[in-house]
């Protein structure tokens, strides 16, 4: 039997009313041709917009542009497995957990299982209430537990808190979630390249090499020639907070490709496939850090 | 027709007579109890005198079990303790590691299908000084097959190198919590927790849902219940779909099922307010041995898996608190929806802070829709302190407390989860009966094993494992324990009209014994032998499943 290639997995995590359906339904709205596999706990109120929907046959929802909405009910793993068997395979999962679930243990579970491999676990808080809950008798460890294990933190409806309560609350995230991500954003509304990594092999993803922004993100490409320490590189990426993804290949010191993937504050260094090129992607929250003493200078 | 049998003694339960030699039934229902002379006067009957040196109690009610038990018994026991196998044959516990890969070796031996899944069960290496069971020692047993080992707990799977090998495990590098690693960077083979398990779980033969029971399993489970004097079981959590309720009503239907079953609707996985249009409709296909229309939510993890949600000072060995396995909106409107639609709702608790949650929602709950008698039921609510048996009281509420959880883990609570004060307050059977909350206790099968004699002597004496007497305080006398297990939990199930006692009217449900637990002393309950059991005027010999 021939091992396929994992699909990427995303974690969607946050407590109730964050957002964490919207931002399903934005990104499946903003597919671009991805085959997204959405897992949901439950399919109450049901999660996805009406209109997305080409048929409900019970346990799997048939969404436009080839992606289906499962739920897992109280067999999460149970249900992977079951996903890793469809024909054809989803090119990404995006994995709604419950409110009241940690979505870094999820994402440990998940990195047991061969057939996934996790691009990044996102957290919703919502700007309004993320303070309060966090301080609720019930509620308070989850909620910061739930910070805590975040890559990449969406500080969700901004513009119903005023522009002046923006500093300290995205100070106290920052302090909360480590050193991950944190974006602004409003009704979850987020870049799909920003929330979800794409995982091609062939380095394509490198053959536009132009640097392009709108409003809130920036993308730049860095041809990477020289040989590098991946390990301090992919360090000083995950510490600036703004750089919320980055993807490529870079030559390391015994001058061998290696491939770095990183979302947040977390990072993965494997072995380069073949014939791939060095140079790397970076996206984040404009306006990014000068990135070119690192890049060039270690 | 009507029958009237004869006793060495019936207890009844009924304070108006507490006693009686002979019980009359008519139509699988109470006509009375009394003597041979009163209860002539229902007319033309006939003596059976088969019971004539036995004991008559009210039918055993079991308020907390789970069918799968009867599933289970399709795997190898390796248990450290004796216990009765659905056929009645009891299996030897097994006090080392030695004898648990003898009985699997055995097992393996018996398989055709090199191939096939060997899947044990009800291991506990707490009895073995800890000592884990490594995968090398599942190899043992087998290479060719993929072998696994269920704990007692639920929480715990050991499996063999060729279960991690199928379920691509046997790697290095692999950076779990679940998963410990051995010195050669490789899983040992244990699997702590759901999650981790599943995935491998599945290779070594255990179902997709551990709580679903399939036919056999619960024709094997009635058996199990027969032969611990139990007539009424609840399944409590079950997810049930249509096709497991038409299973269950079409067998628990015939003619020689003994069992009244009581499944509950598992919250998870549904929105509330599809939950509350299930069980409603779940209501209307209830049926006289199949009883529908209840809901289970679970709120918290267990102790021992330090998923439990802990108040202040939480876990003695300082693990992080547990987890929450529903939100406090959700539980909210779960409760409140139940209230409004009378609904009735037992809700699992272990550490007291999900207890204390439970209670602040029921308070809230009947403000809005105010219920006269909800009897929802707080299960297991082991570390429930005074304060919150108080409040349970002022609500309404009921509680069902895990009286074998003391016997099974007791020393672990004190040594390691809760520590000494707590562990000596946990399962407060006096304390609840103090404060007026209506009790029963139970035995979580198959975490335990069903009986809710041995429940009942765990109440009573709260032996630990080691022997060692663990909160005198809270023992409870035999009268309050046989109360516990009949009328106690037919009343957490709004049975309490129908089944529990021996009276005019009710449901000819009754336990055959061979001693008589009023009797034989505290600490002999678990001993008393049952010879069967008669439901709804049907008898059932232990000795003829």
Same mark, same amino acid.
């Given at each position: 039997m021939t091992q396929l290639i994992p699909m990427p997995l995303t974690v969607i995590g946050g407590y109730l009313g964050a957002g964490k359906t919207t931002l399903v339904n934005h990104l499946l709205r903003n597919a671009n041709?991805?085959?997204?596999?959405?897992?949901v706990n439950e399919f109450g109120e049901l999660p996805i917009d009406a209109d997305l929907i080409e048929a409900d046959d019970g346990d799997v929802i048939s969404l436009t542009g080839g992606c289906v909405c499962c739920s897992y009910g109280n067999d999460l793993m149970m249900a992977l497995v079951d996903m890793a068997k469809m024909n054809p395979r989803p090119d990404h999962i995006i994995l709604e957990s419950s409110g009241v679930a940690l979505p870094g243990a999820i994402a440990g579970s998940v990195s047991l299982l061969r057939d996934y491999v996790l691009d990044g676990i996102l957290v919703l808080a919502d700007a309004e209430t993320v303070q309060e809950r966090a301080s609720d008798k019930y509620m308070a460890d989850t909620i910061l537990r739930q910070l805590q294990d975040a890559n990449i933190v969406l500080l969700n409806k901004v513009d119903l808190i005023d522009d002046a309560a923006k500093p300290a609350l995205n100070d106290w995230l920052q302090e909360k979630s480590g050193s991950a991500s944190i974006i602004e954003t409003r009704n979850s509304a987020l870049p799909i390249e920003v929330a979800l990594q794409s995982f091609e092999h062939d380095g394509n993803f490198l053959a536009d090499r132009s640097t392009h922004s709108t409003s809130q993100f920036e993308t730049k490409f860095f041809n990477l020639t020289n040989s590098v320490n991946v390990e301090v590189l992919a360090n000083e990426l995950a510490a600036a907070s703004e750089i919320v993804r980055a993807k490529g290949f870079v030559s390391d010191e015994e001058g061998e490709l290696k491939t $770095?993937? $990183?979302?947040?504050?977390?990072?993965?260094?494997?072995?380069?496939?073949?014939?791939?090129?060095?140079? $790397?992607?970076?996206?984040?929250?404009k306006p990014l850090p000068n990135l070119s003493h690192t890049l060039t200078g270690i | 027709m009507t029958t009237i049998y004869s006793a060495k003694k019936i207890i009844t339960m009924n304070p108006v007579r507490p006693e009686a030699t002979h019980v009359a039934v008519r139509d699988g229902r109470i006509l009375g109890a009394g003597s041979l002379a009163e209860l002539k006067g229902w007319g033309d009957y006939t003596l059976d005198e088969r019971f004539a040196d036995k004991v008559i109690m009210p039918g055993l009610v079991e308020g907390h079990s789970h069918a799968m038990e009867g599933t289970l018994w399709r795997y190898t026991y390796v248990g450290y303790f004796d216990r009765m196998d659905p056929n009645g044959k009891v299996w030897s516990g097994l006090d080392g590691i030695e004898g648990v890969l003898d009985r699997l070796k055995e097992?393996? /031996?018996n398989m055709e299908d090199p191939d096939a899944p060997l899947p044990g069960w009800s291991l506990d290496p707490i009895y073995f000084n800890n000592e884990r069971v490594t995968r090398e020692d599942l190899d043992k047993v087998s290479t060719t097959r993929p072998v696994g080992v269920m704990h007692a707990s639920g929480h715990i799977l050991n499996v063999n190198s060729k279960a991690l090998e199928m379920a691509g495990l046997l790697k290095t590098g692999l950076n779990n919590p679940g998963v410990p690693l051995g010195k050669d960077g490789l899983p040992t083979g244990e699997l702590k927790g759901p999650d981790v398990m599943t995935p491998v779980g599945i290779h070594v033969g255990f179902d997709r849902d551990m709580l679903a029971c399939d036919e056999q399993g619960l024709v094997d489970f009635a058996k199990l219940c027969v032969r611990s004097g139990v007539t009424t079981a609840t399944d409590l959590a079950a997810r049930l779909p249509d096709e497991a309720v038409e299973m269950m009503s079409r067998v628990t239907a015939r003619e020689n099922f003994p069992t009244r079953i009581v499944p509950l609707r598992f919250h998870h996985g549904v929105t509330p307010e599809e939950l509350i249009a299930h069980v409603l409709e779940l209501k209307k296909k209830t049926s006289d041995r199949l009883r529908l229309g209840m809901i289970k939510v679970v709120v918290d993890g267990s102790i021992q898996g330090f998923s439990a949600r802990m108040r202040w000072p939480g876990y003695f060995n300082g693990a992080e608190n547990g987890l929450?396995?529903?939100s406090p909106e959700h539980l909210q409107q779960i409760i409140n929806s139940s209230l409004e639609h009378n609904i009735h709702i037992h809700t699992h608790t272990n550490g007291d802070e999900a207890t204390e949650l439970v209670l602040d929602c029921m308070e809230e709950g009947l403000l809005q829709h105010p219920s006269r008698d909800h009897r929802f039921t707080l299960q297991h609510c082991q570390l429930a302190d005074t304060a919150q048996f108080r409040r349970m009281n002022k609500l309404g509420m009921c509680v069902n407390l895990f009286a074998n959880h003391h016997f099974y883990w007791g020393d672990e609570h004190y040594n390691l989860t809760v520590g000494p004060e707590r562990a000596e307050r946990m399962n407060a059977c006096a304390t609840a009966l103090e404060n007026d909350v %209506?009790? #029963?206790?139970?035995?979580? /099968? %198959?975490?335990? %094993?069903?009986? %809710?004699?041995?429940? #009942?002597?765990? /109440?009573?004496?709260?032996?630990t494992a080691s022997g060692?007497?663990?909160g005198e305080a809270e023992k409870i006398e035999v009268d309050e324990a046989l109360y516990a297990i009949t009328l106690g939990a037919a009343y957490t199930l709004k049975l309490d009209g129908e089944v529990g006692s021996i009276e005019t009217g009710k449901r000819a449900d009754f336990a055959i014994l061979e001693d008589d637990p009023e009797t034989v002393g505290g600490e002999s309950l678990k001993d008393v032998g049952v010879w069967g059991t008669v439901q709804d005027g049907r008898v059932f010999p232990a000795s003829e499943l």
């Open positions: 041709g991805r085959r997204l596999a959405i897992l $770095l993937q $990183l979302v947040g504050q977390r990072y993965d260094i494997t072995k380069a496939p073949e014939n791939v090129e060095a140079g $790397l992607v970076v996206i984040g929250v | 097992a393996d /031996a929450w396995y529903i %209506p009790m #029963a206790i139970h035995s979580d /099968a %198959p975490i335990t %094993p069903l009986g %809710p004699l041995f429940t #009942a002597w765990c /109440a009573v004496n709260r032996l060692r007497t663990q």
